[in-house]
């Protein structure tokens, strides 16, 4: 990544921030998964999927802005 960009440093924090979060929701998921705790696991399956689109789309973000600035 170009260190001198803002639009680089940006879109890094945010992928940073969506894989942590992403791995976060994971691992309350196989945590509620191994406690039988069937409600938790409901709600946290659509939030880990909003979660790993979220990371998607920040990951196309990312690669679309390489591609227009160049940098590989
Ligand atoms: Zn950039």
New binding site residues.
């Given amino acids: ?2 260190q001198n ?4 440093r940006h ?1 890094w924090r945010a992928y940073a921030a969506a894989t942590s979060d992403y791995f976060s929701v994971d691992a309350q998921l196989q945590a509620a998964a191994g406690k039988d705790n069937f409600e938790a696991v409901a709600l946290l399956i659509p939030r880990l999927e909003a979660s790993e689109e979220t990371k998607a789309a920040v990951r196309n973000a990312l690669r679309q ?2 591609e227009e ?1 160049g ?1 590989r």
Avoid: A, P, V
């Fill in positions: 990544m170009d960009c803002e639009d680089c879109l802005h390489e600035t940098y």
